[in-house]
């Protein structure tokens, strides 16, 4: 029956209700519909009920761009992320959105497949939205940025790096640092002596203090320091720094990650093309304790971070926070170590 | 120096530059300004090349939620995501934001941490914005939102999913089913007899066609039908149909996993619980290629989906389309089988 698709076809491609719509039919004045949807305006509850009926019957959304010019901020959170192959920046993600959203905000997301990849002229751009919030998944410090969202007064969260020094904002961290000392006195105690190191991005705060604090932890105990090598937060370097350790003929006994990530592709590496048991032959740690690590081909002993606290300690400051931000603040929530199969408690010695 | 340190905060913190303030360092009318951002005003180019120079000078950034009043249409672009944890969806989702960011527009994302997570009404939150577009990386058909869409003029992209029964739009896949049929050739002709199929969640449309291809595929070559599990998509679920499928005592010789997450999720249980060496006791074959389908540890046999293109006509797709949308489109883009260890080209009998 071509008329009756007809027909459909032009239900589904009427224009949306406007405001002037909603007047109509409550029967109100344009002014009217819009005090309705202004929180704080003066219009009396009854006609107020009217309109909303109205506009529930029509189907008619107030436009938030419209709302955020009068009110001089829209309900906007830009997030700037990369490297979403990470679980621990997707999961990230999905956290913020989630609670974000309940609170009647939106993500404007900024996502690159590397760190490299991220152009900082593009998240200015997020800017132009006339953001309420700033979220950085990134490990770089795009100081321009932290200076621009200043200037224009949006309050900016650093998820797990600190607040920048042109900048000011809400910085909310791992115990990077700690984590990588009790990582450092676990393999000590269990009897592993030749250790390594394998860095993350060397721009990464997070990683420069989780090898601080390995490293640190392993002098103040007597050990000798680790060797290093960088797999930089990418997999493909790090399988290559994997080989590079694994090939070594003093070959170490236990390799530290800077992330799980990281410490996945290094047990990939030394299983498939070294032939050795992990938990065994060789222990490794990772950092962050993403959903991969607990998957029974890898069982990873890694320091589990706090990611759900950290996630509700971020939106709890950009819900709260008055703009324009005058402050630099900062908090580490705890983490705790996970011990699974590849890194024992206790060296396997044979 | 407490003074010093006190003129950088007052810096830090003055407010944005307004539109007035550039006509001001331009010495030109305040409508001079507005009309030298909006394309297509009448305005010369020497007093746009003016204004053009002291907003620079300032740092003043034109506010685009003022400008997509004017238009009607604003420069972003909803994305609905669930399960970021699967590469495919990360990586598509780092796709997308690369070539729209370059081409001036932002992306507004709700994204879960399951599809089943993600609820309708704050998708529809989204409208609120005037969206230029929406693209749907969910696995679910949320029809009121394709009819909301619809309505308000919204072109929406699927992505690896047909156009919902009640919208319009634009839809690009994968060859879904050509895939399961090239599987199911692969194999028979490998040698592989008692194969078994393990499904991703039943509203999932990409599912059903794998899956109605190697079973339609594997009838034709007078093959049994496999045994079947459903995986759902999420890992935990993947895990336990793996268990159940390989406890069985007539025990499949080849699983098709209908992902490639619960793919690698069988291997992991199938090497590290029932000590199988994949590849030679037991062929997986998964569907998508996502980057760690190529770790050593997987070397996983799947069917390579075309996703940089499939991102590539989303795009063109949403730049190139004029509001209304009134009608709908579909392409499927050309993939392939890539061949690793994880399931060989022939059956190693033993």
Chains 1, 2 share one sequence.
Not at 132 to 145: A, E, F, I, N
Not at 166 to 178: I, K, M, R
Not at 318 to 345: D, H, T
């Amino acid at each position: 029956m071509p008329a009756a698709r007809d027909d459909l076809k032009h239900e589904l491609v009427r224009s949306a209700p406007t405001s002037r719509d909603v007047a109509r039919i409550a029967g109100v004045s344009h002014s009217a519909v819009s005090r309705a949807f202004t929180e704080g305006a003066s219009i009396s509850p009854r006609m107020r009920a009217k309109v909303i009926e109205a506009a529930n019957a029509l189907g008619y959304r107030p436009n938030l761009l419209a709302r955020s010019l009068t009110t001089g901020r829209s309900k906007l959170i830009g997030v700037a992320a990369a490297n979403l192959e990470n679980n621990f920046v997707s999961h990230a993600l999905e956290l913020l959105c989630a609670r974000l959203t309940d609170a009647g905000y939106q993500l404007l997301v900024h996502t690159a497949y590397r760190d490299s990849d991220v152009k900082e002229s593009q998240l200015e751009e997020l800017l132009r939205y006339k953001l309420h919030g700033m979220v950085l998944l990134t490990m770089r410090l795009p100081d321009k940025l932290a200076e621009c969202c200043t200037r224009e007064g949006v309050p900016i969260v650093y998820f797990n790096r600190p607040v920048s020094p042109t900048g000011l904002g809400f910085s909310v961290q791992a115990p990077n640092e700690e984590g990588g000392r009790q990582i450092a006195r676990f393999l000590v105690e269990g009897g592993f002596r030749r250790l390594a190191f394998m860095a993350g991005h060397p721009d990464a705060y997070s990683s420069r203090q989780r090898e601080a604090g390995f490293t640190d932890e392993l002098a103040r105990l007597g050990a000798s320091p680790p060797i290093r090598e960088i797999g930089d937060f990418v997999v493909a370097t790090a399988m290559t720094a994997a080989r590079r350790l694994l090939a070594r003929p003093d070959r170490c006994d236990a390799i530290f990650c800077a992330n799980d990530q990281m410490a996945l592709a290094s047990i990939a590496v030394a299983q498939s093309e070294f032939g050795l048991k992990v938990g065994k032959d060789l222990a490794v740690v990772g950092f962050g304790d993403v959903p991969m690590a607990s998957w029974p081909n890898y069982a990873l002993t890694t320091y589990a971070m706090p990611l759900a606290a950290m996630a509700d300690e971020a939106v709890a400051f950009l819900l709260n926070e008055r703009s324009p931000v005058s402050e630099r603040r900062q908090v580490i929530l705890p983490g705790k170590l996970i011990v699974r199969e590849s890194a024992p408690a206790r060296r396997d010695v044979r």
